[in-house]
């Protein structure tokens, strides 16, 4: 594969952890929920681009197990705009054909939006475009607990348990790993993002903060990207 066959290669799924609206948001001397509400609009963009560009899994993290540690207002505030997320992205995702499913615990979410995420998935469930995955309440170590208590309960013999079985019981499960993960504003590492799904994923680190992250860093990700060379261990 030459040069340019490489720029075109586009990875099937792509993974982003959205990191960097408070401090955004502060170093404009804005509150920090101004930077989630720029961090939102843009998650839009950039989820729109993705497919544009040809991706065809975009997994979004929107909210950690840790992040209920924030302040009472700012979770509040947060939840308010992940159920207007979650209505207005239904429904612009559903007329580009896109699926949109989520992953994470559905402990601590509002009975509002629960009902929000059902109708989401029942809406756009048949869309065959791309697929957009929101992880909500999401901890890596927590879905492999969960997805390990669902092979305990399917009470599987001990010499059944695998790899592609523990897979198979994960929110995921049915989605491809992702080939790329991107975090934003300088961090280097997942945050239990994917913990499972990302043994052999490509990370690409950018020093944005999210509400400053453009297409044109996208493209630089996935110009990185593919100049990787993916061995698989092999």
Do not use: C
């Amino acid at each position: 594969m030459d040069f340019m066959e490489k720029r075109k290669h586009i990875p099937q799924h792509v993974a982003l952890i959205m990191d960097g609206n408070r401090r955004w948001a502060k170093k404009r001397g804005l509150p920090g929920v101004a930077g989630h509400q720029q961090g939102y609009e843009r998650a839009v963009t950039i989820t729109e681009y993705a497919f544009q560009r040809g991706v065809k899994f975009l997994t979004l993290f929107a909210f950690s197990t840790e992040n209920w540690k924030r302040s009472a207002g700012e979770i509040n505030f947060l939840m308010t705009l992940l159920k207007r997320v979650i209505r207005e992205q239904t429904q612009a995702m559903h007329k580009k054909n896109i699926r949109v499913r989520f992953i994470g615990l559905r402990s601590r979410l509002s009975s509002s939006i629960v009902r929000a995420i059902d109708d989401a998935h029942a809406l756009t469930q048949k869309n065959t475009k791309g697929t957009l995955q929101i992880a909500l309440n999401y901890g890596g170590r927590a879905e492999i607990v969960e997805s390990v208590k669902a092979i305990v309960r399917g009470r599987h013999s001990w010499s059944s348990i695998s790899e592609r079985l523990l897979s198979s019981h994960m929110q995921t499960a049915g989605v491809p790993d992702p080939d790329l993960i991107i975090r934003t504003s300088g961090e280097y590492r997942l945050s239990g993002f994917l913990l499972w799904q990302s043994a052999y994923s490509e990370l690409f680190f950018s020093p944005k903060l999210w509400p400053a992250f453009t297409k044109a860093d996208f493209d630089e990700a996935l110009a990185e990207y593919a100049l990787r060379q993916r061995r698989f261990g092999a």
